[in-house]
């Protein structure tokens, strides 16, 4: 398949992330259009993939660009093969129905993985984590910090959640 037949969805409008149920919307518009080829550029949606019935027996080919949420191929239908070119959460397939699902990366939980680090005493950080200790220790200031996240949500097609929280109380 040709890059460039791909019919591209992005996970946001504007500079603002989508909610799962406009982008899912948005993902059945196409196929109900006939579009085969779908990129996804996710930024959290859950459920990509997932109920792409409208397509009867025709094959539907679902590339993931990004960091797609929970749930990628729930109720995957078996005329559709996903591919997720990067992480994803270990929930992928989850009440799968015959879709097959490619993984380009690490499949996992942070949650999870947090919690396992502090029941076991290892030391862990995430990014906002991250970013406040460099804020506290006077290392890059507020606007620089803004900056930073901006360059690693366009970097990485993610969305930093909670960002606002390392601002306060310092």
Not at 20 to 34: M, T, Y
Not at 87 to 93: K, R
Not at 114 to 141: S, V
Request: with cysteine.
């Amino acid at each position: 398949m040709n890059d460039n037949q791909y019919h591209i969805i992005s996970g946001k409008i504007y500079g603002e992330r989508l909610d799962s149920r406009i982008l899912e919307e948005q993902i059945q518009k196409a196929v109900a259009d006939g579009h085969r080829y779908l990129e996804i550029k996710a930024f959290g949606q859950h459920g990509i993939g997932g109920r792409l019935w409208k397509a009867g027996n025709e094959k539907v080919h679902i590339r993931i660009i990004g960091h797609p949420g929970q749930r990628v191929g729930s109720l995957g239908f078996p005329n559709t093969s996903i591919k997720i070119m990067g992480p994803a959460s270990d929930d992928v397939g989850w009440l799968n129905a015959g879709a097959h699902i490619t993984i380009h990366g690490n499949a996992s939980n942070d949650k999870k993985a947090k919690n396992f680090c502090t029941k076991n005493g290892i030391l862990f950080f995430d990014i906002k984590g991250i970013l406040r200790a460099l804020i506290l220790r006077g290392i890059l200031n507020e606007e620089e910090i803004q900056k930073l996240a901006v360059r690693i949500e366009e970097t990485d097609n993610t969305t930093i959640k909670g960002l606002e929280e390392i601002f306060k109380a310092r």
